[in-house]
């Protein structure tokens, strides 16, 4: 088992940055894929970024490529998302989860956190 708990999210102007963490608890949590998501109202849950569990390879959609950086720290049990040059279309619920597998695909994830607003304003 894993509880993963985020915190970080704000309001924040268009162009400004944020840096989410996930404390994850359980001794186990370098043997799991870490990836963010985020949902805005109406819209499916949508991949943002995915670390493998060494940290050695990370990925990104287009949306956010070079604009967002995940990081994890094991020693700690968490995994960051820096969060820079947010847009107004960033404005979302952002989730943490843990999973098995080195996918943007929610399904293979099983484990998730309650959730962090994050609210960019134009």
């Known amino acids: 088992q894993v509880q993963l708990v985020e915190s970080g999210g704000g309001l924040v102007q268009a162009g400004g940055s944020l840096r989410l963490s996930c404390a994850a608890s359980?001794?186990?949590?370098?043997?799991?894929?870490m990836g963010w998501f985020r949902q805005a109202p109406g819209k499916e849950r949508e991949f943002v970024a995915a670390?493998?569990?060494?940290?050695?390879?990370?990925y990104y959609p287009d949306s956010v490529k070079g604009r967002f950086t995940i990081s994890r720290d094991n020693a700690k049990n968490t995994v960051y998302l820096q969060m820079n040059s947010l847009k107004p279309e960033d404005t979302a619920v952002y989730y943490c989860?843990?999973?098995?597998?080195?996918?943007?695909?929610?399904?293979?994830?099983?484990?998730w956190g309650q959730g962090t607003q994050v609210t960019v304003s134009s």
């Open positions: 989860a843990a999973g098995p597998a080195f996918t943007f695909t929610t399904a293979n994830y099983n484990y």
């Open positions: 670390i493998s569990w060494n940290g050695g390879n990370t």
């Open positions: 359980g001794r186990t949590f370098s043997r799991y894929v």
